[in-house]
C-alpha cells in the first residue's frame, strides 16, 4: 500500500530528517526546481520513460521509504503503485505534487518582543519565500504576505489574534501578495510604499518613513525605513528595535537584485547607497530578516532563516564589494533567470490583471530568483 | 497534414494523456502521424519530451480555447 506525505511532513523531513525522492517529472523541470535539504537525495526519471515498467530505475533506489514527486499527484501515484508492486517497502508520494510543496507554509517562532508579544516567520520552504507576522495583545501586523492566505487566518484564529496591518515592503515579482485579499476579508490595512503604487488599482496606507505602526497595547514599534534598490519603493522595517526586515534588499547569502522592473541601471546606486549607507548605519546587533532564501542550507534547525546584521556585513559578499563599477557589474550582469511570469505576477499585484487561483498557482511555479544569485 | 489517427485526451489529467498517446503510438507505423487533443496543460513540456526521449518527432502544437494539439510522427 502506497502512502501519501503532505508538504508539511515533507517539510519536516527536510529541515531534520532525511528522505530518498524519485522525482518524476521532466527533465526540465526538476534542473529549474526541486526538494532539496541536508538529509534529501533525489534522482530524475520523468514518469513517462517508466511507463512500461520500473525495472531500470529500481538498482538506483533504496530498499525502502521513496518518496515519488511529480507536478500534480498523478504521475507519481502511478509510479508509486509500480515501485510497491516490484517490493520497494513503504513507497510515499507527495499529495498535491510539487504545487503543494509550492504553497506550504511553514511557522517558526523566531524570538519574544521586549514587552510582551512575538514574531513568527512563515517559511514557504518550496519556493524560498518569507514572510512575517508580529503579535501583540491579541493584535497582529503580517508582511509580506503569501498568496495562500488561509495559513494566516488559521494561525490568527488558534492564537486569538486580530489581524489589524498588512504590510508589503515592495511591489512583489516573484509571487502574488495575499496582502489585499486578507486586508479585504479582515478589515486590516493594506500598507505599500507609494513609489511602487504609482499604477496600482486599489486604495492602500502609505508605508514611509516617519508613518510608524503600533500594534497592541504595548505598542510594538514597527519603523519603515526607505531602501529603494531592489524596486524604487523598496522600504525595510525595523519591528521592536530588535528585527530589520529587509524584504528583497538584504538576503542572508546575497542581496536583492534591480532588474525585475526592467530599470536595473537606475537602480543600481539607490541599491548600493540602501546597503552601503543605510544598512551600515544601523546597528549591527540588528536580527536580519529577509524576505527570500535562495539556498536550503540557509535554513537553521528549526527551518528559520535569519543572521545579525553585523554578521552579514563580514561574511555576506554583497555587502563587501568596495569598489562601485564592480558593484554595478555585480548587479546587472549575467543574473539569474528571472522568476517564472514576474510581469503577469507584477500586473496582479497592481490589481491590473485578475488571474483566476489556477492561473494564479501556475504563475508562481518555481523559485523565486530575486537574489543576483542562485 | 495527414493526420493517421486521432486521440482525443481532452478531460485527463496527468499522467492519462501521455499513457493514451503511448499506447496509441505503439499500434502506428513508422511515419505515421498521430494528432492529440488535451486540456491538461502539463502535457505540453512532457509530451516533447517524452517525444524526444522516444524517437518520436513533434511536429507541431497549438493551443485554441484551452485544447491543446498536437502532431506527432512516429519515428
Same mark, same amino acid.
Given at each position: 500500500m502506497? $502512502? !501519501? /506525505?503532505?508538504?508539511?511532513?515533507? !517539510?519536516?523531513?527536510?529541515?531534520?530528517?532525511?528522505?530518498?525522492?524519485? &522525482?518524476?517529472?521532466?527533465?526540465? &523541470?526538476?534542473k529549474d526546481w526541486r526538494i532539496e535539504g541536508k538529509g534529501i537525495e533525489s534522482i530524475n526519471r520523468p514518469y513517462f520513460d517508466l511507463i512500461d515498467g520500473v525495472e531500470d530505475v529500481l538498482e538506483h533506489l533504496p530498499k525502502e521509504e521513496v518518496l515519488v514527486v511529480c507536478a500534480k499527484e498523478g504521475s507519481s501515484i502511478m509510479v508509486a503503485e509500480m515501485l510497491d508492486e516490484a517490493g520497494i517497502k513503504d513507497v510515499y508520494y507527495l499529495e498535491g505534487g510539487m504545487k503543494s510543496w509550492s504553497e506550504y507554509l511553514m511557522p517558526v517562532k523566531l524570538g519574544d518582543l521586549k514587552d510582551g508579544g512575538s514574531i513568527y516567520q512563515f517559511n514557504r520552504i518550496g519556493k524560498g519565500c518569507l514572510s512575517y507576522l508580529v503579535e501583540s495583545n491579541g493584535e497582529a501586523a503580517i508582511i509580506d504576505s503569501a498568496r495562500t492566505i488561509e495559513a494566516y487566518e488559521d494561525f490568527a484564529k488558534e492564537n486569538n489574534l486580530e489581524i489589524k496591518h498588512m504590510i508589503d515592503t515592495h511591489l512583489h515579482a516573484d509571487h502574488i501578495s495575499g496582502g489585499r485579499r486578507l486586508s479585504e476579508k479582515t478589515g486590516a490595512t493594506y500598507w505599500l510604499p507609494p513609489k511602487d503604487a504609482d499604477e496600482v488599482t486599489f486604495s492602500f496606507a502609505a508605508l514611509e518613513e516617519g508613518n510608524d505602526i503600533t500594534i497592541g497595547n504595548t505598542k510594538i514599534e514597527i519603523q519603515p525605513l526607505y531602501t529603494p534598490g531592489h524596486t524604487i519603493g523598496s522600504t525595510s522595517?525595523?519591528? &521592536?528595535?530588535?528585527? /530589520?526586515? #529587509?524584504? &528583497?534588499? /538584504?538576503?542572508?547569502d546575497s542581496i536583492g537584485r534591480p532588474d525585475l522592473a526592467? $530599470? !536595473?541601471?537606475?537602480?543600481? #546606486?539607490?541599491?548600493?547607497?540602501? /546597503?552601503?549607507? $543605510?544598512? +551600515? +548605519?544601523l546597528s549591527k546587533d540588528l536580527v536580519v530578516l529577509p524576505a527570500h532564501f535562495g539556498k536550503i542550507s540557509e535554513l537553521d534547525e528549526k527551518g528559520a532563516v535569519s543572521a545579525p546584521l553585523g554578521e552579514l556585513f563580514e561574511k555576506n559578499d554583497g555587502l563587501n564589494i568596495k569598489n562601485e563599477d564592480e558593484f554595478r557589474r555585480a548587479v546587472t550582469e549575467n543574473l539569474p533567470p528571472q522568476p517564472n511570469a514576474y510581469q503577469e505576477i507584477r500586473q496582479t499585484n497592481m490589481g491590473k490583471i485578475d488571474p483566476t487561483n489556477d492561473e494564479q498557482r501556475e504563475m508562481e511555479i518555481g523559485p523565486n530568483r530575486c537574489a543576483i544569485t542562485e | 497534414m495527414n493526420v493517421t489517427q486521432t486521440l482525443d485526451t481532452k478531460g485527463l489529467s496527468c499522467p492519462m494523456p501521455i499513457v493514451k498517446t503511448k499506447k496509441a503510438m505503439d499500434t502506428l507505423a513508422s511515419g505515421d502521424i498521430l494528432e492529440v487533443l488535451a486540456t491538461d496543460k502539463g502535457a505540453v513540456?512532457?509530451?516533447?519530451?517524452? *517525444?524526444? *526521449? *522516444?524517437? @518520436?518527432?513533434?511536429?507541431? @502544437?497549438?493551443?485554441?480555447?484551452?485544447?491543446?494539439?498536437f502532431y506527432i510522427q512516429k519515428g
Open positions: 502506497i $502512502k !501519501a /506525505l503532505s508538504a508539511k511532513e515533507v !517539510a519536516k523531513r527536510v529541515v531534520e530528517g532525511s528522505m530518498f525522492i524519485l &522525482d518524476v517529472r521532466n527533465e526540465g &523541470d526538476y522595517m525595523i519591528v &521592536d528595535g530588535q528585527f /530589520l526586515l #529587509s524584504g &528583497d534588499i /538584504l538576503f542572508v526592467g $530599470k !536595473a541601471e537606475d537602480w543600481v #546606486s539607490d541599491l548600493r547607497d540602501s /546597503l552601503y549607507n $543605510k544598512y +551600515n +548605519n | 513540456n512532457d509530451l516533447s519530451a517524452w *517525444s524526444k *526521449s *522516444s524517437g @518520436h518527432e513533434l511536429l507541431e @502544437h497549438t493551443e485554441e480555447g484551452g485544447v491543446f494539439k
